[in-house]
Protein backbone atom coordinates (compact mmCIF):
# COMPACT_ATOMS: atom_id res chain seq x y z
CA UNK A 1 0.00 0.00 0.00
CA UNK A 2 1.15 3.42 -0.62
CA UNK A 3 1.87 5.44 2.41
CA UNK A 4 0.17 8.56 3.15
CA UNK A 5 1.05 11.47 1.65
CA UNK A 6 3.90 13.74 3.96
CA UNK A 7 2.92 17.20 5.56
CA UNK A 8 5.80 18.11 7.97
CA UNK A 9 6.66 21.65 9.88
CA UNK A 10 9.85 22.24 11.44
CA UNK A 11 8.41 20.85 14.80
CA UNK A 12 8.47 17.72 12.72
CA UNK A 13 11.81 17.61 12.35
CA UNK A 14 14.82 16.67 14.42
CA UNK A 15 15.44 20.55 15.65
CA UNK A 16 18.96 20.43 14.45
CA UNK A 17 17.89 19.87 10.67
CA UNK A 18 14.55 22.94 11.53
CA UNK A 19 17.50 25.51 12.72
CA UNK A 20 19.63 24.68 9.56
CA UNK A 21 16.82 25.19 6.79
CA UNK A 22 15.32 28.37 8.88
CA UNK A 23 18.63 29.39 8.80
CA UNK A 24 19.93 28.48 5.32
CA UNK A 25 21.90 30.95 3.23
CA UNK A 26 20.40 31.17 -0.58
CA UNK A 27 24.48 31.98 -1.64
CA UNK A 28 26.07 29.46 1.65
CA UNK A 29 28.32 26.68 1.05
CA UNK A 30 31.64 25.73 -0.02
CA UNK A 31 31.81 26.17 -4.32
CA UNK A 32 34.77 23.76 -5.46
CA UNK A 33 36.01 22.48 -9.33
CA UNK A 34 37.12 19.05 -9.96
CA UNK A 35 38.07 18.14 -13.60
CA UNK A 36 37.07 14.80 -14.68
CA UNK A 37 35.94 13.27 -18.29
CA UNK A 38 37.57 16.56 -19.40
CA UNK A 39 34.74 18.33 -17.85
CA UNK A 40 35.72 21.00 -14.97
CA UNK A 41 32.52 20.45 -12.80
CA UNK A 42 31.47 22.71 -10.43
CA UNK A 43 29.87 21.75 -7.03
CA UNK A 44 28.66 23.10 -3.58
CA UNK A 45 29.33 21.15 -0.49
CA UNK A 46 27.79 22.10 3.26
CA UNK A 47 28.73 19.87 6.48
CA UNK A 48 32.38 18.63 8.27
CA UNK A 49 34.50 16.91 5.89
CA UNK A 50 34.35 13.69 7.64
CA UNK A 51 30.86 13.69 7.60
CA UNK A 52 28.82 10.39 6.07
CA UNK A 53 29.16 11.90 2.55
CA UNK A 54 25.96 12.46 0.13
CA UNK A 55 25.44 13.64 -3.12
CA UNK A 56 22.47 15.83 -4.76
CA UNK A 57 21.87 16.28 -8.28
CA UNK A 58 19.34 18.48 -9.99
CA UNK A 59 17.40 18.55 -12.55
CA UNK A 60 17.01 20.19 -16.33
CA UNK A 61 17.78 23.91 -16.34
CA UNK A 62 18.13 23.82 -12.62
CA UNK A 63 21.57 24.25 -10.78
CA UNK A 64 23.25 23.00 -7.84
CA UNK A 65 21.44 25.83 -6.28
CA UNK A 66 18.26 24.59 -6.23
CA UNK A 67 19.38 22.42 -3.05
CA UNK A 68 19.83 25.52 -1.01
CA UNK A 69 17.73 24.51 1.90
CA UNK A 70 17.83 20.80 1.98
CA UNK A 71 21.49 20.57 1.23
CA UNK A 72 22.67 22.24 5.00
CA UNK A 73 19.34 20.72 6.47
CA UNK A 74 20.75 17.15 5.52
CA UNK A 75 24.33 17.81 6.67
CA UNK A 76 23.00 19.27 10.10
CA UNK A 77 22.51 15.23 10.41
CA UNK A 78 26.19 14.78 9.93
CA UNK A 79 26.36 14.55 6.56
CA UNK A 80 29.02 15.82 4.36
CA UNK A 81 26.53 16.69 1.42
CA UNK A 82 27.47 17.73 -1.90
CA UNK A 83 25.62 19.22 -4.74
CA UNK A 84 27.09 19.47 -8.31
CA UNK A 85 26.40 20.93 -10.98
CA UNK A 86 25.50 19.15 -14.59
CA UNK A 87 27.70 20.05 -17.75
CA UNK A 88 25.80 22.84 -19.04
CA UNK A 89 23.92 23.71 -16.05
CA UNK A 90 25.45 26.17 -13.10
CA UNK A 91 28.90 26.81 -12.91
CA UNK A 92 30.06 23.89 -14.72
CA UNK A 93 29.55 25.29 -18.08
CA UNK A 94 31.43 22.73 -20.30
CA UNK A 95 28.90 20.53 -22.42
CA UNK A 96 30.27 17.88 -24.18
CA UNK A 97 27.30 16.51 -26.00
CA UNK A 98 26.21 14.01 -23.63
CA UNK A 99 23.16 13.93 -23.12
CA UNK A 100 21.88 10.42 -23.07
CA UNK A 101 21.07 9.46 -19.20
CA UNK A 102 24.00 6.43 -19.09
CA UNK A 103 26.92 8.56 -20.96
CA UNK A 104 26.18 11.52 -18.42
CA UNK A 105 25.83 8.71 -15.73
CA UNK A 106 29.13 7.90 -16.84
CA UNK A 107 30.70 11.34 -16.43
CA UNK A 108 29.04 12.28 -13.10
CA UNK A 109 30.78 8.73 -12.19
CA UNK A 110 34.01 9.63 -13.26
CA UNK A 111 34.11 13.10 -10.93
CA UNK A 112 32.39 10.98 -8.11
CA UNK A 113 35.68 8.93 -8.57
CA UNK A 114 38.09 11.76 -8.66
CA UNK A 115 36.30 13.55 -6.00
CA UNK A 116 37.09 10.40 -4.04
CA UNK A 117 33.65 9.37 -2.78
CA UNK A 118 33.04 5.92 -4.51
CA UNK A 119 32.77 4.69 -1.09
CA UNK A 120 30.36 2.15 0.56
CA UNK A 121 28.55 4.66 2.59
CA UNK A 122 28.29 6.71 -0.21
CA UNK A 123 24.08 7.96 -0.59
CA UNK A 124 23.01 9.76 -3.80
CA UNK A 125 19.71 11.92 -4.39
CA UNK A 126 18.32 13.03 -7.78
CA UNK A 127 15.87 15.33 -8.81
CA UNK A 128 14.06 15.15 -12.08
CA UNK A 129 17.09 14.55 -15.30
CA UNK A 130 19.38 13.82 -12.03
CA UNK A 131 17.29 11.28 -10.70
CA UNK A 132 17.58 9.40 -14.22
CA UNK A 133 21.30 10.07 -14.06
CA UNK A 134 21.50 8.85 -10.44
CA UNK A 135 19.36 5.64 -11.69
CA UNK A 136 21.87 5.27 -14.40
CA UNK A 137 25.00 5.03 -12.02
CA UNK A 138 25.17 1.35 -11.12
CA UNK A 139 25.81 1.20 -14.73
CA UNK A 140 28.64 3.02 -14.77
CA UNK A 141 30.63 1.18 -11.89
CA UNK A 142 28.87 3.14 -9.10
CA UNK A 143 26.92 1.54 -6.25
CA UNK A 144 25.70 3.87 -3.44
CA UNK A 145 24.67 2.37 -0.13
CA UNK A 146 20.77 4.13 -1.12
CA UNK A 147 19.56 5.89 -4.28
CA UNK A 148 16.71 8.40 -3.78
CA UNK A 149 14.77 9.61 -6.97
CA UNK A 150 12.82 12.98 -6.51
CA UNK A 151 9.81 13.09 -8.72
CA UNK A 152 11.67 11.18 -11.55
CA UNK A 153 9.82 12.04 -15.10
CA UNK A 154 7.90 8.52 -16.58
CA UNK A 155 6.58 10.60 -19.29
CA UNK A 156 6.18 10.42 -22.98
CA UNK A 157 8.74 12.60 -25.44
CA UNK A 158 5.78 14.35 -26.25
CA UNK A 159 5.20 15.78 -23.56
CA UNK A 160 9.12 16.01 -22.41
CA UNK A 161 9.65 17.80 -25.62
CA UNK A 162 7.36 20.61 -24.79
CA UNK A 163 9.92 21.94 -22.22
CA UNK A 164 12.24 22.86 -24.52
CA UNK A 165 9.84 25.67 -26.13
CA UNK A 166 8.53 27.05 -22.96
CA UNK A 167 9.50 30.47 -22.28
CA UNK A 168 9.80 29.64 -18.65
CA UNK A 169 12.66 27.60 -18.74
CA UNK A 170 14.79 29.84 -21.08
CA UNK A 171 17.19 32.83 -20.35
CA UNK A 172 15.57 36.09 -20.85
CA UNK A 173 17.12 39.40 -21.96
CA UNK A 174 18.23 40.06 -18.65
CA UNK A 175 18.71 38.79 -15.04
CA UNK A 176 16.08 41.17 -13.85
CA UNK A 177 14.04 40.17 -16.25
CA UNK A 178 14.14 36.95 -15.20
CA UNK A 179 13.40 37.34 -12.07
CA UNK A 180 10.51 39.12 -13.02
CA UNK A 181 8.98 36.41 -15.31
CA UNK A 182 9.57 33.59 -12.31
CA UNK A 183 7.98 35.77 -9.74
CA UNK A 184 5.17 36.34 -11.87
CA UNK A 185 4.80 32.46 -13.34
CA UNK A 186 5.64 31.59 -9.85
CA UNK A 187 3.85 33.42 -6.70
CA UNK A 188 4.11 31.05 -3.72
CA UNK A 189 8.28 30.79 -4.80
CA UNK A 190 10.66 32.70 -1.82
CA UNK A 191 12.42 35.12 -3.71
CA UNK A 192 15.62 33.05 -2.65
CA UNK A 193 14.32 29.86 -5.26
CA UNK A 194 13.76 32.82 -8.00
CA UNK A 195 16.73 33.95 -7.45
CA UNK A 196 18.26 31.00 -8.13
CA UNK A 197 16.63 29.35 -10.81
CA UNK A 198 16.76 32.88 -12.36
CA UNK A 199 20.43 32.60 -12.03
CA UNK A 200 20.47 29.05 -13.01
CA UNK A 201 18.45 30.16 -16.53
CA UNK A 202 21.15 32.98 -17.17
CA UNK A 203 23.89 30.49 -16.54
CA UNK A 204 22.28 27.58 -18.74
CA UNK A 205 23.86 25.98 -22.11
CA UNK A 206 20.29 25.74 -24.08
CA UNK A 207 21.70 23.45 -26.87
CA UNK A 208 22.87 21.09 -23.68
CA UNK A 209 18.89 21.40 -22.07
CA UNK A 210 17.58 21.20 -25.30
CA UNK A 211 19.70 17.59 -26.62
CA UNK A 212 18.79 16.07 -23.28
CA UNK A 213 14.88 16.75 -23.28
CA UNK A 214 15.15 15.70 -26.82
CA UNK A 215 17.16 13.58 -27.63
CA UNK A 216 16.72 10.71 -24.84
CA UNK A 217 13.09 9.43 -26.20
CA UNK A 218 10.34 8.75 -23.26
CA UNK A 219 11.33 8.80 -19.84
CA UNK A 220 10.53 6.32 -17.70
CA UNK A 221 11.46 7.37 -14.57
CA UNK A 222 14.47 5.36 -14.40
CA UNK A 223 13.06 2.09 -14.33
CA UNK A 224 15.04 0.45 -16.88
CA UNK A 225 18.04 1.60 -15.36
CA UNK A 226 17.03 0.33 -11.84
CA UNK A 227 15.84 -3.10 -13.49
CA UNK A 228 19.64 -3.52 -14.68
CA UNK A 229 21.54 -6.25 -12.67
CA UNK A 230 23.95 -3.59 -11.75
CA UNK A 231 21.54 -1.92 -9.74
CA UNK A 232 20.20 -5.30 -7.70
CA UNK A 233 20.21 -4.84 -3.63
CA UNK A 234 20.85 -1.13 -4.10
CA UNK A 235 17.87 0.09 -1.83
CA UNK A 236 15.93 2.61 -3.80
CA UNK A 237 13.58 4.80 -2.68
CA UNK A 238 11.12 7.59 -4.31
CA UNK A 239 10.04 11.13 -3.20
CA UNK A 240 7.46 12.52 -5.55
CA UNK A 241 4.78 15.08 -6.24
CA UNK A 242 1.48 14.60 -6.71
CA UNK A 243 0.15 13.89 -9.94
CA UNK A 244 -2.62 16.66 -9.20
CA UNK A 245 -0.34 19.07 -8.88
CA UNK A 246 2.41 18.86 -11.30
CA UNK A 247 4.34 16.17 -10.24
CA UNK A 248 5.92 13.78 -13.13
CA UNK A 249 4.97 10.10 -12.08
CA UNK A 250 1.82 9.73 -12.79
CA UNK A 251 -0.10 7.58 -10.21
CA UNK A 252 -0.20 4.99 -13.20
CA UNK A 253 2.98 4.14 -12.93
CA UNK A 254 3.42 3.35 -9.31
CA UNK A 255 2.82 -0.36 -9.22
CA UNK A 256 5.76 -0.52 -12.03
CA UNK A 257 8.15 1.09 -9.45
CA UNK A 258 6.62 -0.91 -6.37
CA UNK A 259 7.42 -3.82 -8.26
CA UNK A 260 10.91 -3.03 -8.07
CA UNK A 261 11.60 -0.88 -4.90
CA UNK A 262 8.40 -2.02 -3.03
CA UNK A 263 5.33 0.15 -2.28
CA UNK A 264 7.16 1.55 1.19
CA UNK A 265 9.81 2.86 -0.60
CA UNK A 266 7.35 5.80 -2.66
CA UNK A 267 6.77 8.47 -0.20
CA UNK A 268 4.38 11.61 -1.77
CA UNK A 269 4.95 14.88 -0.83
CA UNK A 270 1.26 16.11 -0.33
CA UNK A 271 0.18 18.53 -2.74
CA UNK A 272 4.08 18.51 -4.20
CA UNK A 273 4.71 19.96 -7.40
CA UNK A 274 7.68 18.47 -9.84
CA UNK A 275 9.88 20.36 -7.34
CA UNK A 276 9.02 19.82 -3.94
CA UNK A 277 11.93 21.28 -2.26
CA UNK A 278 10.72 24.87 -3.53
CA UNK A 279 7.32 24.81 -1.82
CA UNK A 280 7.92 22.35 0.80
CA UNK A 281 10.95 22.11 1.88
CA UNK A 282 10.19 20.71 5.55
CA UNK A 283 8.08 17.75 3.84
CA UNK A 284 10.74 17.12 1.22
CA UNK A 285 13.88 17.26 4.21
CA UNK A 286 11.09 14.69 6.14
CA UNK A 287 10.21 11.91 3.23
CA UNK A 288 14.33 12.24 2.79
CA UNK A 289 15.39 11.33 5.78
CA UNK A 290 13.22 8.33 6.09
CA UNK A 291 14.84 7.64 2.91
CA UNK A 292 18.67 7.71 3.60
CA UNK A 293 17.80 6.64 7.61
Not at 88 to 95: F, K, P, R
Request: proline share 9%.
Amino acid sequence: MLPAPIRATPADLPRPVAEALAEADPRGGEIATCEAAGIPFASIAWGEPDGRPLLLIHGVTASARIWWRVGPALAATGRRVTALDLPGHGLTGHWQGHHRFRDNARDVAAWIRAMDLDLPELQVVGHSWGAMTAAALPAAGIRPATIVLVDPPSMPLAFISAMATDPAERPLEDMAASVAALAAANPRWSSADIMAKAEALQQLDLEAARAVLLDNGDWDGGLADLADPAAAGIPIWIVRGEERTGGLLPDSRLAAFAGRIGWDHILTIADGPHAPQRLYPEATTAALLRALA
